[in-house]
């Protein structure tokens, strides 16, 4: 067993401030494939936040990795959720206490859409789209390369970051600097399935939890590949809906023009929904919009374009919002249809009216938008087109008595969030990451999401957000990657905001 | 080996007209099971058109089970398609021809769609819905129920009606009647695939398919369960759409504003096509469209109403067509969305911009529409949307070049015939199936598509649809059956078809 980071540290004199950057890049470049290792051995855990028992095991995998570096664990437990894990690492001396939040959950697979699956972590000398080699982590020969990936379900989505700053800690150890505030850890089991139950975790552990910023850790950096700090996520909410037609399948050209047919229903109803520009067209659906500040607007000015390497590199012939610039548009609300369904396709396809309907569909809220706003709006919006609303499968005598009918499946939402811009906090935390050097990307929020309303909202912390994979990470689809840069680079981000941050924004004693 | 059936048959006094029918429905009492076995043997089968090897199989077995009843039989061949059965049998005296044509091929399955598998024929003592035990027709040890059925794929859509013709032939030859017109038979192996070879295969052979008159065995009788005779059938016309998204799925919180949408864009493409009445939308769709004939106006009254028991077997709560009547709007063009799919749905769905969103199309026509006229107004519609239209898998410097990208893979598709109502053939057949009792009905159109105009066009003779099987039979879609009543009724319908329709219509000599 190690003797425990802090003994150490308080013992040893530290180095100067500008010196800690090399020293954590020395150690990183004499220490990669450990690194490396300890990575792929997080990410071979299947991490559905559904499955209870691999779930499990990733938070005790997880609350191991942080007492190797001395850090003090527990698993937070509320029923019917999957444990959290909570770390401590008190600093002598240190007066500002900094919370590092990650989630070790993934989103769902789709095995047949891997090139490997999704929980044998892979590494390949380069992107999969390049046809890159795989290279054996087991017995790695040759030294690593930055544009190299590794692939598996959360490689990106959350465990890179919680790897990096188990390394950043490792190596602030090895260069004898003691980091600079007390250090605490919240990482989350079910961040992906809608952290339905953060807020009460949240609550029951409110004193064990304060802090003076929590650092976010999720998402990625900007498309530049430069770093980037954000003050902001959007909230989510997710509905199923369904649509039924014949209590059978009908040969369309016995019925075809006179049974109702789902699909086309469907259709009509997402086009109701929201325009092709991405103008959501549920009546008042942007009355709770909160407008930009000017801090907000002048930071947006300074993201770096990005859309005509993206547009080429998706293969896209246009962008929805009219020409608004990607960080401006995820400042909107958004509605994204993530699935459709109905009868069948291609070679199955068979000549019949489909008896079903279905489309799944996430919203992306904005301050101060809610949850329940999002569903009352659109529930009034279908039955203001004639829809009877079930949020339970129809019976026959349901069906027969409503001319339209659809059924509503919710999922746990929940709202958005933004910090502003000019917290001292906020200032320290770019103070520390630029250290005189370039200027990072500043951008007021993230189209992503996490429940940082709740860290906010329960603890009443500034809650900033410090991604550190790359924006290519194919994060929730299949064959997610972390780019080995951005892990050696995360691993130097967290290394400097734990030495400096509290030099940067001293407390008052 | 048997005798010949003609050599036995033209050496014996014939029964009565009248007697007829009863004639045959007391040998069907005595030979039910032997009737039902050969319809089982028949269906287990697998048959799909591009099955080669056992498509050929039921040629083969078709083919045996027409030369048991001595007609004499061959294979005909076209390049690239499932071998057709013809069939003659020559009778001393006779003058006319009648043509017996059906099809042994069926459509897709979905297997986890089906109760049991689709080509395991099973016979139940009722209907799925009711939950009806299972009957071992290996081992049957009680009388055949009149509701029992029996499914499989085919079971009615073309198998029940080329059994029934040959327990027809089995029947009248127990009661020494010979038939009263030359019989030959035609029976089609790819007619669920679009009949892509027919018109070749009937050029080919035009003097050996020669007749005075075609009858078409496809289709269910009416919706009351009574007989019906049909003088039309719609065309039809498939099509699949792919829409194209983002090269890869993207973070919807991320891109979710930005990266266009496929399965939103289908939703709007699909909602430009037709209306929630069933109109097409698509400009000039109607111009060919041939209106209706006196004679087709006063028949369609004849026809008895079946909606209200539909939507309520069906859980409807609306129907399309703003009122008109079901054998009404099948005399219009229909566009029937017979699936969608993009991304995942339920709890597969992910929080991702799909890559790509797929539907798929059937169309069908009727006089004198044609399936060029529909590709040309379909794809000039979609130009108009500003679409670029590509008929193969568009690159990434294609998707890239345009904002709007649609591809198109036709299907072969085959336009809509229609016989006059007061064409002689048409007006004996409907004397000889009355045989002075109840009317039957005379629809001008079935709502489903046989290359019925193929006949027509290449040999010339008039064209009438007899159909056997029950409405409720899941034709083309999974759980498909047929109802032993009908395939008894179907037994009796042949027979005095065969026996009495030279007398009816009586050639000049």
């Known amino acids: 067993m190690r003797a425990p980071l802090l003994a150490l540290l308080a013992a040893a004199p530290a180095i100067a401030a500008d010196d800690v950057r090399p020293a954590v890049r020395a150690w990183r470049q004499a220490n990669e494939t450990q690194v490396l290792r300890e990575l792929a051995e997080f990410i071979a855990i299947p991490n559905l936040a559904s499955d209870a028992v ?35 690492l008190k600093v002598r001396g240190a007066r500002r206490t900094l919370m590092v939040y990650a989630h070790f959950d993934g989103q769902p697979v789709d095995p047949a859409a891997w090139a490997t699956p999704p929980w044998t972590p892979t590494l ?52 004898k600097v003691a980091p600079s505030v007390n250090l605490k850890f919240f990482l989350e089991g079910e961040e992906e399935a809608g952290s339905e139950h953060l807020r009460a975790m949240l609550e029951a552990h409110r004193d064990l ?5 929590w650092l976010l850790c999720d998402g990625p950096v900007h498309q530049t590949r430069k770093p980037q700090v954000y003050f902001g996520v959007r909230g989510v909410m997710g509905v199923e809906l369904t649509l039924y037609g014949p209590a059978r399948a009908l040969h369309s050209g016995h019925y075809g023009n006179w049974a109702p047919n789902p699909a086309v229903e469907l259709a009509q109803l997402l086009a109701s929904l929201r325009d092709a520009e991405g103008r959501i067209l549920i009546k008042g659906f942007g009355d709770d919009v909160r ?13 770096p374009p990005v859309e005509d390497e993206l547009k080429a590199a998706l293969a896209l012939g246009r962008t929805e919002g009219e020409g608004a610039s990607l960080p401006e ?44 706003g999002v569903r009352s709006k659109l529930e009034a919006h279908l039955r203001g087109l004639g829809y009877h609303v079930a949020h339970e499968t129809p019976d026959a005598g349901t069906r027969r008595a409503h001319p339209r009918l659809v059924k509503l499946e919710w ?33 007021p929020t993230l189209g992503g999401s996490v429940p940082m309303h709740l860290f906010g909202d329960v603890t009443g912390a500034p809650v900033v957000g410090l991604p550190i994979v790359n924006h290519d990470n194919n994060q929730h689809a299949a064959n997610e990657n972390v780019r080995i840069q951005n892990l050696w680079d995360g691993i130097e981000a967290f290394a400097v905001v734990f030495a400096g941050l509290e030099q940067a924004w001293p407390a008052r004693r």
Chains 1, 2 share one sequence.
């Open 54 to 88: 691999n779930i499990r095991k990733n938070a005790e995998h997880a609350s191991a990795m942080l007492a190797r570096r001395g850090v003090t664990t527990r698993l937070l437990e509320t029923p019917g959720s999957p444990p959290a894990v909570y770390g401590e």
């Open 124 to 175: 390949r000398s380069g992107t999969l789209d390049d046809k890159a080699l795989i290279v054996d982590l087991a017995a790695l020969a040759q030294p690593i390369g930055p544009e190299w990936r590794l692939y598996g379900r959360s490689a990106s989505d959350d465990k890179a970051p919680i790897v990096a700053a188990m390394a950043a800690l490792d190596a602030l150890k090895q260069a």
């Open 209 to 213: 939890l304060a802090a003076d910023l």
């Open 291 to 303: 407008p930009l500040s000017v801090a907000e607007r002048e930071a947006l000015r300074s993201v």
């Open 329 to 372: 548009l995820i400042l909107r609300p958004a509605l994204n249809v993530r699935g459709v369904s109905s009868g069948k396709v291609g070679e199955a396809a068979a000549n019949a009216v489909p008896t079903e309907a279905q489309a799944s569909i996430d919203f992306r809220l904005v301050p101060d938008q809610t949850p329940e």
């Open 411 to 443: 999922g746990p939402g929940y709202k958005a969030a933004r910090t502003a811009l000019d917290h001292p906090a906020a200032l320290a935390l770019v103070r520390v990451l630029e250290g005189g050097a370039e200027p990072i990307i500043k951008l």
